[in-house]
């Protein structure tokens, strides 16, 4: 299920990041959901949304809302083989926030998986040199503050499976399309005065005109996406998730050679071979 949710990730960023304007598709995007989100609103559990359930979805709506904002800046400002590495290299900050915070424990072999997986994004993004010029790069900043927000939502998103797993849910779709549903609209909410401000309403328009296809397919992929991530988040620890979920830059390298016309170096396909070792530890030894 993560393995796919990887391939289907790193699909919808080739095209976002094609897409002659990035800020539009993305929130494009995000409001094709909502549209679905208020098909279905009528047949959503809506009344297990209260406490700290409804606190946690009120979370994920704002981190995945300024995320969308966020990877638009960056593939505005860099290259899908600089951004997309940096952004998905998550497993360096989520086991430090899920240990103390959801009482998850790794083990040492998958600690060492952890380890694999991050050295071999190192060797992914960088091609094994240490290039502080580039932490100073907008692109490589965006890139960063992605990496933070999407570590935010992945511990947020966690706590909410957790708790819908034990909550009434009397409604006909699955616990995570109903949050996935809800979380995407309302981050569409939060980045549409953005997208409006940068974009204006004409624009948006008038990528939906040309690309409402390809806007329709990416959001429908982005939902399968997530909606495995949440489904196994459900019972799997959120350290191992995020680290095999790494997957999808293994798939994006191979896109961007494919559909980008990118070359990567010896050094960074040597990376890509150890990130699916760190992987093989993490899913034999979780």
Known sequence: MVLLSALLHAGWNVVAKRSERPTAFLYLLTAVTLLGALALAPF?????????????????????????????????????????????STPAIVPLLAIPWLGERVSALGAAGIAMTLLGMWLVQTGGAVRWQALRQPAALWAYLMLVLTAGFSLVDKRAM????????????????????????????????????????????????????????????TLASYVLILETLRTAQVSYVVAVRQCSVLFAVAFAVWALSEKPSRLRLTGTLGTVAGVVLIALYA
């Open 44 to 88: 959503l559990s809506l009344s297990v949304f209260q406490g700290e359930l409804l606190v946690i979805l009120l979370a994920s709506c704002t981190l995945h809302g300024l995320s969308f904002i966020v990877l638009s800046r960056a593939y505005e400002a860099g290259d899908l083989s600089l951004v997309y590495p940096i952004a998905r």
């Open 162 to 221: 957790a708790l819908l797993s034990h909550a009434p849910w009397e409604s006909p779709v699955p616990r995570a399309l109903g949050f996935y549903l809800l979380q995407t609209a309302g981050a569409a909410l939060v980045c549409a005065p953005y997208a409006l401000q940068r974009v204006g309403a004409r624009g948006l328009g008038e990528v939906m005109r040309r690309r409402g296809w390809l806007v329709t397919g990416a959001a429908l992929a």
